[in-house]
């Protein structure tokens, strides 16, 4: 891991080193260049986001037609011509320039150079947990909750599993009839978020849900994690909470202990007492035409999420669902 960082902090340094030439040098102007993010890492150090650098190179023309000879050598490559060039201006040479190109232009006089990062997860489905970003600015998710460490280029190792995320990602694909929108992977013993996709902007652990009070496995007035925290709010003999309201009370009935589900690796089981479980599952149906499903096998547990099709379009019953759940949690 430490020569991840040691890369990501050389390049760190030569982004920061151009951005000093192009903003001081005379004519340049400033270039907008902001030092390499840092990586979010699964729990092996594996990449789960890509950096697109994009650079764009700007020629400005101070009030002068300009003749060939009057035209930087370094500029012209990026010309079709030089005597249909306007007075005075600012024209675009390229808007695909290499890190080498960068180089060579961030010398010349009155070229201005600007730079945007486009990041983007590995799997689209992590993109509601990962977060995004603007301006190389976390705006949602882990992006912004590391916002600190990522902005200086350090990587941030999370206890996510590329192996888990493979698997969810074609079961997701194989199970399309169930009309999956989420599916969420925990360590019973840690609480680590080992595995996880969801198919809409909003993580779906996250989003509240009103259920009977009866239906949450042990009292749990609020949950937190990485990326926010939720209080339970009783709404007569009903509760407003979110699934991971749920994850925690299975923490603390499972474990006679309460503690936090997490995105960080755990070098130490946080629960003791958890023998083998027997075999749980919950199923619930919302009022939106949503529903909930959480299975536990093993030391696992399984969080899934759906939405239910036009009755006219359904090839099962809700048992079918079911059972159909309950084959999917067993077999993965």
């Not at 995004?132 to 882990?142: I, K, V, Y």
């Not at 709404?235 to 925690?248: A, D, M, Q, S, W």
């Not at 749980?280 to 096998?297: C, M, Q, T, V």
Request: net charge neutral; aromatic share 10%; glycine share 8%.
């Amino acid at each position: 891991m430490k020569l991840r960082f040691d890369i990501c902090l050389i390049l760190c340094a030569l982004v920061l080193g151009v951005t000093f030439l192009l903003g001081f040098a005379k004519g340049k102007g400033y270039p907008h260049l902001s030092c390499k993010r840092g990586y979010i890492l699964d729990r092996k150090g594996e990449p789960l986001v890509l950096n697109k650098e994009n650079y764009q190179a700007y020629f400005l023309i101070r009030g002068k037609s300009l003749l060939g000879e009057d035209v930087p050598d370094q500029v012209k490559p990026y010309l079709t011509g030089t005597l249909d060039l306007p007075k005075k201006g600012l024209i675009l040479l390229s808007n695909t320039l290499s890190l080498e190109e960068v180089k060579v232009l961030s010398g010349v006089k009155d070229v201005i150079i600007k730079g945007s990062t486009e990041r983007r997860p590995i799997y689209e489905g992590l993109r509601a947990i990962l977060g995004r970003t603007t301006e190389s600015e976390g705006l949602t998710g882990m992006e912004k909750a590391f916002e600190s460490s990522l902005k200086e280029g350090k990587s941030i190792l999370t206890s996510l599993d590329t192996n888990f995320l493979k698997r969810i990602y074609y079961l997701s694909k194989t199970y399309q009839n169930l009309n999956l929108n989420g599916f969420a992977l925990f360590s019973l013993k840690t609480g680590e978020l080992l595995g996880y996709y969801g198919q809409e902007e909003k993580d779906f652990l996250e989003k509240a849900i009103l259920i009977p009070k009866e239906h949450l496995p042990a009292r749990v007035k609020k949950v937190t994690w990485e990326i926010g925290s939720h209080d339970a709010k009783e709404e007569g003999n009903l509760l407003r909470i979110t699934p991971l309201h749920i994850v925690k009370a299975y923490f603390t009935k499972l474990c006679e202990v309460e503690f936090e589900p997490t995105l960080l690796p755990q070098e130490n089981p946080r629960c003791q007492a958890l023998s083998e479980p027997e075999e749980r599952e919950l199923f619930l149906l919302l009022g939106d035409e949503r529903w909930l499903y959480f299975g536990i096998k093993g030391e696992n547990l399984y969080v899934l999420s759906g939405t239910l099709k036009p009755q006219e379009e359904r090839t099962f019953t809700l048992e079918d669902l079911k059972k159909n759940l309950l084959t999917l949690v067993k077999h993965f």
